[in-house]
């Protein structure tokens, strides 16, 4: 078992910056790719950035690249997306998510275990 818990979320203004972190315990941290996908209310849950095992390879989707940075820290157990320049459609609870896989993975059914979330919501 892996658990993840995420933190960083909150409200902020349009064009500001969030880092949200995911503390993962259990299994070893680098046996696993990890994720983070976000829901916003009445949508599906979609993909946002993934890393592979070394953090050697990352997965961005297109509505977030360039404005968010995906990153993971072996030695602490974490992994953390550093968010730029956000828009009030970033709005949604972000989750991080782990699988065993040495590349990541941009489809949610792909990840085996997942954090609880943390709200982002940004004001326009």
């Known amino acids: 078992q892996v658990q993840l818990v995420e933190s960083g979320g909150g409200l902020v203004q349009a064009g500001g910056s969030l880092r949200l972190s995911c503390a993962a315990s259990?299994?070893?941290?680098?046996?696993?790719?990890m994720g983070w996908f976000r829901q916003a209310p009445g949508r599906l849950r979609e993909f946002v950035a993934a890393i592979s095992r070394s953090g050697g390879m990352t997965y961005y989707a297109d509505s977030v690249k360039g404005r968010f940075t995906i990153s993971r820290d072996n030695a602490e157990n974490t992994v953390s997306l550093q968010m730029n320049s956000l828009k009030p459609e970033d709005t949604a609870v972000y989750y991080c998510?782990?699988?065993?896989?040495?590349?990541?993975?941009?489809?949610?059914?792909?990840?085996?275990?997942w954090g609880p979330g943390t709200q982002v919501t940004v004001s326009s």
């Open positions: 998510a782990a699988v065993a896989s040495q590349g990541p993975r941009t489809s949610s059914y792909a990840y085996d275990y």
């Open positions: 259990g299994r070893t941290f680098s046996d696993y790719a």
